[in-house]
């Protein structure tokens, strides 16, 4: 009987770690909305608010190359100004200088319209930085054989220049620190909410955050009508919670039962800081990637190069020493 039970808990065990954990199973409302999943509160109804007015984050950022010339040394200059180009890439080329112009926007995740902070970047290489002999369709390559060219160089500078500039404009307007609560729980024990800001954007276990219902205005329907303004429903927050568990881009939040409005927390709530456990942490800005355009470079043969993923990851990658996070 020894030896059947033994084999019976091998399998038992076996197929528990070889079916039930695999991708997706046994997953907490937390990994869900790290993994920038909505996820419908226990109970639905009314609490499960129409889905277009809960973004994955509070703000976009958008980007776009708005000029590009790369000087050669026997072909002259190749690129594009304002969107016109006034010569496509030759297949083939010997460069010497470059210039990249580049802007850049944070826009209101529920009007994209609605700019927020916007910034230029600009940036410049001569031959002792940019001297490469290459066809424009080998930087196409791969990403990892991308960014070690002059090229990549280049682009990153501008980027850099522009989100140095978004940052110090954003800070300027004084905009606070944000982020948009993603689900939430009502229950006998208290109530918990989970927030799609996580270690990614520095915060920490024992962070306090304070958290505002926002209430949306449409023309018409909700979702199918012109998207009017958003506001807060109250002066002062309704709840205050702390940070109890934690995620690259999330957090789970208990809220403190002394606060009288922590059982109203509706999702789409907005949360701000309260209290940091360290004076003077900085928090990085989640934003999500709206647009990048600019990218698609035209040789004169006929193709396209599109250079948009590399400026994605480019910009993913020098995000927070600029005070951002791009969530995915």
Same mark, same amino acid.
């Given at each position: 009987?020894?030896?059947?039970?033994?084999?019976?808990?091998?399998?038992?065990?076996?197929?528990?770690?070889?079916?039930?954990?695999?991708?997706?199973?046994?997953?907490? #409302?937390?990994?869900?909305?790290?993994?920038?999943?909505?996820?419908?509160?226990?109970?639905?109804?009314?609490?499960?608010? +129409?889905?277009?007015?809960? #973004?994955? $984050?509070?703000?976009?950022?958008?980007?776009?190359? *708005?000029?590009?010339?790369?000087?050669?040394?026997?072909?002259?200059?190749?690129?594009?100004?304002?969107?016109?180009?006034?010569?496509?890439?030759?297949?083939?080329?010997?460069? *010497?200088?470059?210039?990249?112009?580049?802007?850049?926007?944070?826009?209101?995740?529920?009007?994209?319209?609605?700019?927020?902070?916007?910034?230029?970047?600009?940036?410049?290489?001569?031959? &002792?930085?940019?001297?490469?002999?290459?066809?424009?369709? %080998?930087?196409?390559?791969?990403?990892?054989?991308?960014?070690?060219?002059?090229? @990549?160089?280049?682009?990153?500078?501008?980027?850099?220049? @522009?989100?140095?500039?978004?940052? &110090?404009?954003?800070?300027?307007?004084?905009?606070?620190?944000?982020? *948009?609560?993603? /689900?939430?729980?009502?229950?006998?024990?208290?109530?918990?909410?989970?927030?799609?800001?996580?270690?990614?954007?520095?915060?920490?276990?024992?962070?306090?955050?304070?958290? /505002?219902?926002?209430?949306?205005?449409?023309?018409?329907?909700?979702?199918?009508?012109? /998207?009017?303004? @958003? &506001?807060?429903? $109250?002066? +002062?927050?309704?709840?205050?919670?702390?940070?109890?568990?934690?995620?690259?881009?999330?957090?789970?939040?208990?809220?403190?039962?002394?606060?009288?409005?922590?059982?109203?927390?509706?999702?789409?709530?907005?949360? *701000?800081?309260?209290?940091?456990?360290? %004076?003077?942490?900085?928090?990085?800005?989640?934003? %999500?990637?709206?647009?990048?355009?600019?990218?698609?470079?035209?040789?004169?043969?006929?193709? +396209?190069?599109?250079? +948009? #993923?590399?400026?994605?990851?480019?910009?993913?990658?020098?995000?927070?020493?600029?005070?951002?996070?791009?969530?995915?």
């Amino acid at each position: 009987m020894g030896r059947t039970f033994f084999k019976v808990m091998t399998v038992v065990i076996v197929l528990f770690f070889g079916l039930g954990c695999s991708e997706g199973a046994f997953q907490t #409302p937390l990994d869900l909305v790290d993994q920038g999943k909505l996820v419908e509160p226990p109970g639905g109804g009314d609490d499960f608010h +129409t889905l277009c007015e809960v #973004p994955p $984050t509070l703000y976009q950022l958008e980007a776009e190359v *708005v000029s590009l010339e790369i000087v050669s040394k026997n072909s002259g200059s190749f690129g594009f100004e304002m969107f016109k180009w006034f010569k496509f890439f030759k297949t083939k080329f010997n460069a *010497v200088r470059g210039r990249l112009d580049v802007n850049m926007s944070i826009v209101d995740s529920m009007a994209p319209d609605t700019v927020i902070s916007y910034g230029q970047g600009v940036s410049q290489l001569d031959k &002792r930085e940019f001297s490469f002999e290459l066809g424009i369709k %080998e930087f196409g390559w791969s990403y990892s054989h991308f960014s070690k060219t002059p090229l @990549a160089q280049l682009t990153k500078l501008g980027l850099r220049d @522009a989100l140095s500039n978004l940052h &110090r404009r954003f800070v300027k307007s004084s905009e606070e620190w944000s982020s *948009v609560v993603r /689900y939430v729980s009502h229950k006998g024990s208290g109530s918990e909410v989970i927030v799609a800001a996580g270690a990614s954007s520095n915060l920490k276990l024992g962070d306090r955050l304070a958290f /505002y219902n926002i209430e949306h205005h449409w023309a018409g329907k909700p979702c199918e009508s012109k /998207y009017q303004f @958003a &506001r807060r429903t $109250t002066k +002062t927050p309704l709840a205050v919670g702390e940070v109890v568990q934690l995620k690259n881009n999330a957090v789970l939040v208990h809220l403190d039962p002394r606060s009288e409005g922590a059982g109203f927390i509706k999702l789409g709530a907005e949360a *701000v800081v309260d209290a940091l456990t360290e %004076e003077g942490r900085k928090l990085f800005l989640p934003l %999500e990637i709206h647009a990048v355009k600019g990218g698609e470079w035209r040789v004169d043969d006929g193709e +396209t190069v599109d250079f +948009t #993923p590399y400026f994605s990851k480019q910009i993913s990658a020098e995000a927070a020493q600029f005070g951002f996070v791009i969530q995915r």
